[in-house]
Nanobody
């Protein structure tokens, strides 16, 4: 059964940094592109970043370019999202899934990890 367990969120001041982790199980992790998504209060879930199977190519939604870095460790079945220069607009619950940009390959979602950017 496909599972995603996100962690690393918290309360951070504007300009601060956080590194999110997502441990995946139930599928061949190294065979899938992985993506991060987020859902802000009152808004639909949106795509944040995608990384290819080997990590050779990454893509970011415009607001995260230059601030966010997605990476993966196939030996640990884990995908990461390093977030720097955080802004209040980054406040959301962050999720990972096997996915290519806005297309996700599995219906299952984890519980997410909450990021709050506030002074």
């Amino acid at each position: 059964q496909v599972q995603f367990v996100e962690s690393g969120g918290g309360l951070v001041q504007p300009g601060g940094s956080l590194k999110l982790s997502c441990a995946a199980s139930g599928f061949t992790f190294s065979s899938y592109a992985m993506s991060w998504y987020r859902q802000a209060p009152g808004k639909e879930r949106e795509w944040v970043a995608t990384i290819t199977t080997t990590g050779g190519i990454t893509n970011y939604e415009d607001s995260g370019k230059g601030r966010f870095t997605i990476s993966r460790d196939n030996a640990r079945n884990t995908v990461y999202l390093q977030m720097n220069s955080l802004k209040p607009d980054d406040t959301a619950v962050y999720y990972c899934n096997a996915g290519w940009f806005r297309e996700t390959f599995f219906r299952s979602w984890g519980q997410g990890t909450r990021v709050t950017v506030s002074s």
